[in-house]
């Protein structure tokens, strides 16, 4: 049984320019998180999908943020024209389906922008 | 508010010794969640345990034990005989039953254990 998946695990990028991160979860689940983590602190919500359907969006995800579920499995993250403050760890979770179930998390993407 | 406390920004000791994490946690809901993860620097969030709030019993899994007390919002996590390998980040985490969706995490924990 494989885990939660992200790709790429490290991004460098200069400060303006877009990047994009994919999420791979757990087969069999089909909610999907993402979250933002910043050096020091605990991981922050950021939006989740059921299915294909993007269900919640955090105050944190500003317009340059937007995330895609299309056919219900893997799942990417876009952040356009990059600033210096969006350099953090995003981590990728996926859950079964329920009331309030267990998130396992993937690797992380680590973002640095200069 | 919802919210998670962690005091402890970073404990160190040394290897067979036993130490507790300390959590504490606020929230309006009488259902919630309560977790604890690890990162370890490879920095991907290991699922260690969750509870429900109407099941305060302690747990004890093998090394690691947990005291939650409704009654002082607390979620404590016992490492006994401490080893190397336990170095890592906590987090204690909240997830109220009218978020279900999202985890509210601490601060975190850093624990390194001396050999």
């Known amino acids: 049984d494989t885990g939660v998946s992200q790709d790429p695990r490290h991004k460098i990028t200069k400060r303006g320019q877009n990047v994009t991160f994919r999420c791979d979860p757990i087969?069999?689940?089909?909610?999907l998180y993402w979250y933002r983590q910043t050096l020091g602190q605990g991981p922050e919500f950021l939006t989740y999908?059921?299915?294909?359907?993007?269900?919640?969006k955090s105050r944190l995800l500003s317009d340059r943020f937007s995330a895609e579920r299309p056919k219900g499995s893997f799942s990417t993250l876009e952040i356009q024209r990059t600033e210096q403050g969006d350099s953090a760890m995003y981590l990728c979770?996926?859950?079964?389906?329920?009331?309030?179930?267990?998130?396992?998390f993937g690797p992380g993407t680590r973002l640095l922008v200069l | 508010a919802q919210k998670v406390t962690q005091a402890q920004t970073e404990i160190s000791v040394v290897e067979k010794e036993d130490v507790t994490l300390d959590c504490v946690y606020e929230?309006?809901?009488?259902?919630?969640?309560l977790f604890w993860y690890k990162q370890p620097p490879s920095g991907e969030l290991v699922f260690l345990i969750r509870r429900n709030s109407f099941d305060e019993q302690n747990e004890i899994s093998g090394r690691y034990s947990w005291n939650f007390q409704k009654s002082t919002s607390s979620f404590n996590f016992t490492i006994t005989a401490s080893q190397v390998v336990d170095s890592a980040v906590y987090f204690c985490a909240l997830t109220p039953y009218s978020s279900a969706s999202k985890i509210i995490f601490g601060s975190g924990t850093r624990l390194s254990i001396r050999p």
């Open positions: 929230t309006r809901d009488t259902t919630y969640y």
């Open positions: 999908f059921q299915n294909e359907a993007q269900l919640e």
């Open positions: 087969s069999e689940h089909n909610r």
């Open positions: 979770a996926s859950s079964p389906q329920g009331s309030v179930e267990t998130q396992y």
